[in-house]
């Protein structure tokens, strides 16, 4: 079922940013945001123990709320306190391209798109020489441009109303995004514009098994109908184990 939707005058765009624990980058994101100009920006802590709320109280008009940990109740929480026409979810260790604005709306005016993504670039963090194992952070890169099911780390956008006629973020301990996204390809085309967001390789470089399996082995098997709920209790509390290897928020 496709969801018809009005374009008239340009789309308000409230960016959502699930957060726990990440003190060491939700200053650099918010300053981002703002130079970005958007509609609202609205921080969703799933109770950090660090300065991240008080790091995200210092930048003025964005609104910091609670939800439960896990990603998808905090983007859900964060989707309903959002008063723009489009819902951005983005990580905090995602950086948008100057012009992301324009992506998102110049995709959404297409006839039968009801959301999308963005491309991703994979960098390994700080200074100093590369490890030789750098290019396999792209690996990541290449499943962005060629996937129908965009992951959160994509930056996914869509209209709010779009969103909620398919049910918010299932929730899942693990591929909620995958999840919504099948939802939303049955209303109607998700695309991946051709621009690309910035993402930390910290993952890989801390726990290369652990980030091999959660980006390729877990979406496929999920893919092939085995639940979320079986995948997390195959390979332990995936977030808890991402909070306890690198104190940074659900991966």
Request: net charge positive.
């Amino acid at each position: 079922m496709s969801v018809a939707v009005s374009v008239s005058g340009p789309l308000r765009i409230s960016v959502v940013l699930p957060v726990l624990d990440e003190a060491a980058r939700i200053g650099e994101r918010l300053s981002e945001l703002a130079r970005l100009a958007f509609h609202e920006v609205i921080v969703v802590d799933g109770g950090s123990s660090d300065q991240t709320p008080a790091i995200a109280r210092r930048f003025p008009g964005v609104l910091l709320v609670e939800a439960p940990r896990g990603r998808a109740s905090q983007m859900n929480e964060g989707g309903r306190r959002a008063t723009g026409d489009v819902l951005l979810f983005l990580h905090a260790d995602v950086s948008l391209p100057a012009d992301a604005a324009s992506y998102i709306r110049g995709a959404l005016a297409r006839p039968g798109t009801v959301a999308g993504a963005f491309r991703t670039w994979t960098v390994a963090d700080g200074v100093g020489p590369k490890p030789w194992w750098s290019p396999l952070l792209h690996l990541a890169d290449l499943r962005s441009r060629y996937s129908q099911l965009p992951y959160g780390d994509q930056a996914i956008f869509l209209r709010r109303e779009v969103f909620w006629d398919a049910g918010g973020y299932p929730e899942l301990p693990l591929m909620e995004d995958l999840a919504l996204g099948r939802k939303l390809w049955t209303r109607g085309t998700v695309r991946t514009v051709p621009a690309r967001v910035t993402v930390s390789g910290r993952r890989f470089i801390e726990r290369p098994l652990y980030y091999m399996l959660l980006v390729n082995l877990f979406p496929l098997l999920f893919r092939l109908g085995v639940p979320a709920s079986a995948l997390a209790a195959w390979y332990g509390n995936v977030r808890e184990g991402a909070h306890r290897s690198s104190a940074r928020g659900t991966p």
